[in-house]
Structure formats: structure tokens, C-alpha cells
């Protein structure tokens, strides 16, 4: 190799080295091999590198599976998923301009959009926890609004060319059948937890045998229940519980049925096998799961005064606050305070029976006001001689005091159903009644094979 030749190469080395050099030194390894370029400590050498050490090198693929280097890290493309609504919760106390102020809107829009599109006023009715969203146009301008009434309803009001257009989306629920059964350990509303059923329902059912089982104290431990209810789905997720179609309720060996029916009139009513109604006239109990802390006794020693007076009513104890209802439809005749009632109600049914409620905390009805069965007319208290929160709650027929708790003997019967239509409430029911029926036999099977120790068959 010629002399120049040989210089040449020995400086192409050393450039190389040099390079080579640098470039170890600019680089920084992760603790997994990896290189790591975007290190903030690592030093900037001022190295100019032309744009094509930057192309990607090519590989004979023959070769590929000759390269020894590490595989690169996957680098992820992050998204960002922007969305065209900018979402608005109703809080308590809020009006539009307060809402259309957060979203970065003006008055002005508000006023717009409440006066000139069509149902816009409607837009200004909200409540705690609905939504209002808003889309915003490429200038920053106000596009759309949407009022988000429930899961099923919305409006939005959508700005156009020729002013604002209003449109309302229905969504529709789909119904599913269910059913639960369940054994009395405890109460009923503990019960009802334990098969699934949510509150509403579980009250629902108590309303439903209200005039026939006082839920306060008849409920025993062995005592059983079935309901056949509806369950309302939304696009596939269930969205809440429906209406009973039908119950029954065994107390103490005793069963009651109910089923829902709409006679020709479009009054739906919960009947029992022979076309009676269930809606009796009035409440076995004026409050729902809670506990008696006295009952009827006519020689009862008086807590605070110390002296036998006869305790002409019941006493349910129940937390301050607790609903009171009415127990049947009537009119109040009688609404105040005194130091031995505390505040009272008493409501007029008919032209034979009074109904008293006395030691309430709050009053909900007024004198001379009409109620229904099962209106909420004040809640239970402490007030007035009282040792503790309860309702003390007395029925009265003609003048003279019955025990609450066995009245309902001396009452009339309740509705039934015309001669005429029972046979279109059975065809109607006659589906629900196989169902109820089922349910019966099967929880009476399964109760008989663990008395025994039996293994149940499977259904």
C-alpha cells in the first residue's frame, strides 16, 4: 500500500475513533439496555449531524436475523380524545346565567337561546343534578345547548342559519320480567335487601299488603314472600325496577295474594285471587319498619306521670324525622299543640272514625285540609309528654277508642271487583297466578327438604 494511501486510511481511523467516541460519551443507557437520548444531564457536545445519519439504514432482511442490537421501544401515539360537549352540572342554588357563566358564555346567550328557540323557556325549569351541555363553534361562538331532563329525556337547542331549532330525544327502556322469593329472618325490608329488591320496591310490597299485614310488628321469622316485578333496561344495562305484577305474602301460616290488574275504567288496583281489593280502608299501621314500644292497654302505669291511665292507641318508637302517614282518606279536623299531645293531628274518615296522631315533630297538614291514604302528614317526635321519639296513633269509632291493631275486624270489606269483570281479570292474571303459584310450591318443597335434610330437586 502506497505511503499517502496508508496515511489517508490512518486518519480516516482516527476520525472514525473519534466519532465513535463522541458519540458513547452523548449517549446515556437505561437501566434495561435501552438508550436513553432525552435525558436532561445529558451534555451537550454541539455535534452538527447532516440530516442523513438520520435516514433509516437499510437491511438486506437475509441478514436481519444476523443483528444482535435491542429490540426498540414501542413508542405509543397518544391520543387526545377531545369532546365537542363541554358538560354542566346542575348544583344547588344555580340558575342559567350562573351555569352559561362557567361555561364561558354571556347573558346574552342565555337570552337568546330561552327567548328564541322554540320550547327555549323550558330550558330555564332545572334541577340539582341534571345536566346542561354546551358545544361551542370554530369562532368560539355558542353552537348548542342540550338539557339532559333524565337518562331518558334531552333537548338540545341547536343554533341555525335561520335562528334556533329545538329537538327532543325519547330514549326507550325495555322491560324484563324477574322474580325473587325470600325467607323472613329478620324484618322484611332486611329480607328484601338480601333477595336484591331495591327500597322502592321493598316499600311498594309493604304498601301493598299495608291493610292486611301491619309490617311494624306481624312479620315473624319464617314467614315468606315472592314478588313478580319488572325490571326496565337502557341499551342494555338495567336502569330500574318496574311495577309489582304480583305478590304474596305468608304470615304466621297464613297466605296473602295480590295481583295487579286495570279494570275498564283504567284504574289499576292490586286485587287478591277472588277479584277483593288489597286497598283496604284503612292502614294497619300510620308507619313502615319500625318497632312498637307499647301496644293497646287499657291499664297501662303512664311513664312520666307515674299513674295507671288507660293508653288508648299504639305507640310505634321510631327516629326523629320518621314519616307519618295517613291512614286512610279523610279530611283534618283538628291540627295543634298542647303540653300532654305535643303536636297532634286528628282527621275525620267518613262520619264514624277519627284518627289521632299525637308527639309529632313537624306537621304536614293543616286543619280542615283533605288527605289520602298514605300521605305523609308529619313526622315522628319527641314532643309534649313524651320520653322519647314515637307516634302514639288511636282510631276511634262513633266517639269510643278501639285497639288499632284488631279495628280492622269491625271494618267494612273493601271493593270488589264487578261479577262482570272478574272473568277478564283472571285471563288477565292467569299468567302472574301460575308464576306466584310456582314460586309457592317450590319455597314449600325446599323448607320441607331441610326440615328432613333432604336434598330439593332441581327445578
Not at 91 to 104: E, M, T, V, W
Not at 151 to 159: H, I
Not at 160 to 180: A, I, M, N, P
Not at 403 to 430: C, G, N, S, W, Y
Request: proline share 5%; hydrophobic share 35%; no cysteine.
Amino acid at each position: 500500500m502506497p505511503a499517502g494511501t496508508r496515511r489517508l486510511h490512518r486518519k480516516h481511523l482516527l476520525a472514525v475513533g473519534l466519532l465513535s467516541a463522541l458519540v458513547a460519551a452523548a449517549t446515556v443507557l437505561t437501566p434495561s439496555g435501552e438508550v436513553n437520548a432525552n435525558r436532561e444531564d445529558t451534555p451537550n457536545l454541539g455535534l452538527q449531524l447532516d440530516s442523513d445519519i438520520l435516514q433509516p439504514i437499510e437491511v438486506n432482511p437475509r441478514q436481519a436475523t444476523a443483528l444482535t442490537t435491542a429490540p426498540a421501544p414501542v413508542v405509543e401515539q397518544e391520543t387526545v380524545a377531545a369532546s365537542a360537549w363541554d358538560e354542566q352540572t346542575v348544583r344547588r342554588g344555580d340558575n342559567l346565567s350562573l351555569i352559561f357563566k362557567r361555561a364561558g358564555f354571556s347573558n346574552t346567550d342565555v337570552y337568546q337561546v330561552v327567548n328564541e328557540a322554540p320550547e327555549g323557556k323550558a330550558l330555564s325549569r332545572i334541577y340539582p343534578g341534571q345536566t346542561i351541555a354546551f358545544e361551542t363553534a370554530a369562532d368560539g361562538a355558542l353552537q348548542a345547548v342540550r338539557h339532559v331532563i333524565s337518562p331518558l329525556e334531552s333537548v338540545t337547542y341547536r343554533r341555525t342559519d335561520s335562528g334556533f331549532e329545538t329537538e327532543r330525544v325519547f330514549r326507550q327502556t325495555e322491560l324484563h320480567e324477574s322474580w325473587v322469593s325470600a325467607e323472613i329472618t329478620s324484618s322484611l325490608f332486611m329480607a328484601g335487601k338480601d333477595a336484591g329488591l331495591s327500597t322502592p320496591l321493598i316499600l311498594d310490597l309493604a304498601n301493598i299488603f299495608g291493610g292486611v299485614i301491619d309490617f311494624v310488628q306481624d312479620p315473624r321469622k319464617g314467614d315468606t314472600f315472592h314478588v313478580i316485578y319488572e325490571e326496565l333496561y337502557l341499551e342494555g344495562e338495567k336502569y330500574r325496577d318496574g311495577t309489582i305484577l304480583a305478590a304474596s305474602f305468608t304470615n304466621r301460616g297464613k297466605t296473602f295474594n295480590a295481583f295487579r290488574y286495570e279494570d275498564k275504567d283504567g284504574d289499576v288496583v292490586y286485587y287478591n285471587e277472588e277479584g277483593e281489593s288489597m286497598r283496604k280502608a284503612f292502614l294497619l299501621a300510620p308507619v313502615d319498619f319500625t318497632r312498637i314500644s307499647s301496644n293497646y292497654n287499657p291499664r297501662r302505669l303512664h311513664p312520666i306521670y307515674k299513674t295507671t291511665r288507660p293508653h288508648r292507641g299504639t305507640d310505634y318508637a321510631a327516629p326523629t324525622g320518621t314519616p307519618v302517614y295517613a291512614s286512610g282518606d279523610g279530611r283534618v279536623i283538628k291540627a295543634g299543640y298542647t303540653r300532654a299531645n305535643g303536636n297532634y293531628l286528628f282527621v275525620q274518615h267518613g262520619d264514624r272514625y277519627i284518627t289521632r296522631y299525637l308527639h309529632l315533630h313537624q306537621r304536614r297538614a293543616k286543619e280542615g285540609q283533605r288527605v289520602a291514604q298514605g300521605q305523609v302528614i308529619g313526622t315522628v317526635g319527641s314532643t309534649g309528654a313524651a320520653t322519647g321519639p314515637h307516634l302514639h296513633y288511636e282510631f276511634l269509632i262513633d266517639g269510643q277508642h278501639r285497639d288499632p291493631r284488631k279495628v280492622h275486624q269491625e271494618l267494612p270489606k273493601a271493593k270488589m271487583l264487578a261479577a262482570a269483570e272478574i272473568p277478564a281479570f283472571k285471563a288477565a292474571t292467569a299468567n302472574t297466578s301460575r308464576q306466584l303459584a310456582g314460586l309457592q310450591s317450590d319455597t314449600r318443597l325446599a323448607l320441607s327438604s331441610s326440615e328432613t335434610g333432604e336434598t330439593a330437586p332441581a327445578p
